[in-house]
């Protein structure tokens, strides 16, 4: 399956299936065969799991870096080694380099190759379920002691090629993470994809099943950044859920809770919130609670931490405007939209969630 990503700077198709990299590839052949070398990054994890396949399917000659995994990958430190390692590899403008990994491979591989010689072409092969979500769409960007994500560019890659085999080896943590960005692209989108999702569990979907799910996501994703490259209006709504989760994984020191983890807890919280402004109740409120509830998703976590200290993350998002807090809600399933919201009402859902808890 190929779905089209048409943004102002640039076309490219993401490549979907099962066991289909060296047919993914020869997609792209005439653009390899232009490339002088081709390089791919890679992290410990996945290079542990899936060295042998890859080696095995990927139909060129290539050069690997494994690099640490997580967000270990996204640091100024492992910036500039992965751009030692480029000189030292004699990479020229014409060299392409892959991302073989989850979002954090792929946010740093993506900002590497925004920069190293002012922009070198490069390719997602992402490992994770989550990366249907991240490898898309051209969102790079490394961390900063003082924020996360906070040194970036906006950087569409030449394909995205996603073998749903290495997702076999993903560990339970990482489907939840990774499947929370489903649901957060079915909530924005589509009732009856929703209604569907919601009678399962997130570990319920195997292969034929999973890949739908994926494509289901890559298509709203696409769609979205068609319409708006650079976040200056509708893809924002991509944020739904991410006000308060980023706060939990910030409070959480980034790790703790995976990422897709804290922005399930953060849809409840949108949700909670919505009541007040939009046509969702309650029990539907509750009826997602229940789905992340059986998925296991740890909203424990949110009793680690005081509202103020949560305030205090959201205040530092990169999405607060003149110093007021926004979040996108639903008026009802698929229709998102932005709402300014006081700190007070933002304190008031945020109790609201913890007696949900009890
Ligand atoms: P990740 O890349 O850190 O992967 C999570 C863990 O799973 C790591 O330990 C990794 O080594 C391991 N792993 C990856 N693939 C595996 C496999 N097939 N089998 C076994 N283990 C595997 O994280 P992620 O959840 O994929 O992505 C999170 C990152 O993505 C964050 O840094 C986040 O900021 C970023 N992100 C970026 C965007 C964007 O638009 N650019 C969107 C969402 C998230
Ligand atoms: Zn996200």
Not at 23 to 30: C, G, H
Not at 252 to 266: N, T, W
Not at 268 to 283: D, F, I, M, P
Request: glycine residues 6%; contains cysteine.
């Amino acid at each position: 399956m190929k779905i089209p990503v048409e943004t102002p700077s640039h076309q490219y198709e993401v490549v979907i299936g099962n066991r289909n990299l060296t047919e993914a590839v020869a997609t792209i052949d005439d653009k390899i065969n232009k490339a002088d070398k081709l390089i791919v990054l890679t992290d410990e994890h996945v290079w542990a799991a899936h060295k042998q396949t890859f080696t095995d399917v990927f139909p060129y000659d290539f050069t690997v870096h494994v690099m640490p995994a997580g967000e270990a990958c996204k640091t100024f430190e492992n910036y500039y080694a992965v751009q030692t390692f480029l000189l030292e590899q004699k990479a020229t403008r014409k060299t392409m380099i892959f991302a073989f990994g989850g979002g954090a491979v792929g946010d740093l591989t993506g900002y590497v190759a925004a920069t190293f010689m002012r922009g070198v072409p490069f390719v997602q092969i992402p490992t994770t379920i989550l990366a249907h979500d991240s490898a898309v769409g051209g969102k790079t960007a490394i961390n900063h002691p003082l924020g996360k994500n906070m040194i970036g560019a906006f950087y569409q890659p030449e394909a995205v090629l996603y073998d749903i085999r290495f997702l076999e080896t993903l560990p339970k943590r990482e489907v939840r993470s990774g499947m929370a960005e489903t649901v957060k692209h079915a909530l924005i989108s589509n009732k009856q994809w929703l209604e569907q999702l919601l009678q399962h569990t997130v570990y319920d979907f195997k292969q034929q099943e999973l890949e739908q799910q994926l494509e289901n996501g890559i298509r709203v994703k696409a769609d979205i950044v068609k319409r708006d490259e650079e976040e200056h209006s509708v893809r924002k709504f991509l944020n739904f859920g991410h006000t308060y989760g980023h706060a939990i994984e910030a409070a959480s020191g980034f790790g703790k809770v995976a990422h897709g983890e804290a922005v399930m807890i953060g849809i409840v919280y949108a949700l909670l919130l919505g009541e007040n402004h939009s046509k969702l109740t309650h029990e539907f409120t509750k009826e997602v609670f229940a789905f992340a509830l059986r998925s296991a998703y740890p909203f424990e976590a949110v009793h680690e931490f005081s509202f103020d200290e949560l305030l205090t993350y959201m205040m530092k998002d990169k999405k607060v405007e003149y110093g007021e807090l926004q979040f996108v809600l639903l008026n009802e399933v698929g229709e998102p939209f932005v709402q300014k919201i006081s700190a007070e009402e933002a304190r008031q859902t945020d109790a609201r969630l913890r007696a949900l808890l009890q």
